[in-house]
């Protein structure tokens, strides 16, 4: 059975500019969740979509943005990038609907903003 | 005060110590999750677990959730287990992944 996959695996901007990651889960999976790992921050919580819809968001202002297509796999925007969004972005997937639904993790993708 | 602690940060050990790495939250949780982080960022669920104790292999995780603390415990350690681990509980009601700072842990052959 296939992971999580992201793509792309390294990503390089400008500051300005707009970044663009994809993410497709565990074939199965409805849940897909978008994690930022920022050196020194640790990991934290940027959005959750589950059924084409955004259940939740972190605190992350609104060029953080992110969209679930009908196959489930998903998409997370950042507009205006700024030197601070570099970061490893992880994707993950879960079966949401079962009683306790893990989460599984796709590889990240790095995006460095010089 | 943070929502979820870790200890210790760091942790370096002998190739065959046992290993404890301890996790203390504040917030109802539903489950919560024990990740592993290789160099290179990869992250891997090690364990889910929402009461008592899970083992596989190696590991063991519990959990209290009277106490609001849970324990992963890494017999027999193995270079290999050289990595940083996550505690990650999972908020109660909006599901949401509240994540530690990570233990640093490697095992010196």
């Known amino acids: 059975e296939a992971g999580v996959t992201q793509s792309p695996t390294h990503l390089i901007k400008t500051r300005g500019q707009q970044a663009t990651l994809r993410c497709s889960p565990i074939?199965?999976?409805?849940?897909v969740y978008w994690y930022q790992q920022a050196l020194g921050l640790g990991l934290q919580f940027l959005l959750w979509?589950?059924?084409?819809?955004?259940?939740n968001r972190g605190n992350f202002p609104p060029r953080f943005s992110g969209r679930q297509f009908p196959n489930y796999s998903s998409e997370l925007n950042v507009n205006a990038l700024e030197l601070e969004d570099s970061a490893l972005y992880l994707c993950?997937?879960?079966?949401?609907?079962?009683?306790?639904?893990?989460?599984?993790f796709g590889p990240g993708t790095r995006l460095t903003v010089t | 005060k943070n929502e979820v602690e870790q200890s210790p940060q760091n942790l370096t050990a002998q190739e065959g110590e046992f290993i404890t790495i301890n996790c203390s939250y504040s917030?109802?949780?539903?489950?919560l999750h024990w990740l592993q982080q290789h160099p290179g960022g990869g992250i891997v669920s090690l364990f889910m677990l929402s009461s008592g104790k899970k083992k596989h292999g190696r590991l063991i995780a519990t959990i209290n959730i009277q106490e609001k603390h849970s324990s992963l415990h890494i017999t027999a350690s193995h270079p290999r287990d050289s990595a940083v681990y996550i505690c990650?509980?999972?908020?109660?009601?909006?599901?949401?992944?509240?994540f530690g700072t990570g233990t640093r842990l490697t095992i010196i052959p």
């Open positions: 993950a997937s879960s079966s949401y609907g079962t009683a306790l639904y893990e989460q599984y």
């Open positions: 074939s199965g999976h409805t849940s």
């Open positions: 979509y589950d059924e084409g819809e955004e259940r």
């Open positions: 917030v109802g949780i539903s489950a």
């Open positions: 990650a509980p999972r908020n109660f009601g909006n599901e949401k992944l509240t």
